[in-house]
């Protein structure tokens, strides 16, 4: 005679104990953490990068400006080694004029391979100082990208570690539940008298 079992059935087992429930219970929790949780802390701190990164490239877009600048120095007879990843590029001086038609004539990083003469497009501060241009839209959302893959990973990493804790204290006191009934029933077994 077979029977079928639909669902999960709260029946007396003699078998399945209470830590067996207790686990199988965090394990649903856990599971249900991993799949949801992780990725939605992922997506919040992924958000809120992307709110700070374009807070930051709109205060960068603020207080830099863009210019034409002519090169005027000369460029030195031997490259810098490349840093970072970045192409090769070096200090000279270069000369433009601003909105008031007043000329300004200062050292600034310009690509390798510009000459006495060319054009090239630099960044200034406020203050007058060559800076690298203002974040982009590609930069926000590869900072955003970043910051939450990281945030999803950890918040992964903190589940399955938290897991990992509460199943091994779940088997010592599973081994502990096992040898408590084991001294109960061990004398009827083994025709041993305590």
Known sequence: MRTRVRGRRRRRNPLRRRSDVIEAWTALFFGVLLLVGAPLAGALAGWWAHGEARSVAVAQRAARHQVRAEVVGTAPDQLPTVQAGR???????????????????????????????????LWFDTQGRNVPPPAGSTAIWQHTVTVGTIAAGAAAAAVLLTNAVVRRVAAGRRLAEWERAWARIEPDWTRRRA
């Open 87 to 121: 192409q090769h590029s070096y200090r000279v001086r270069v000369r433009w004029t601003d909105a008031a038609a007043r000329p300004h004539t200062t050292t600034a990083r310009v690509p390798a391979g510009t000459r006495h003469g060319d054009q090239v497009a």
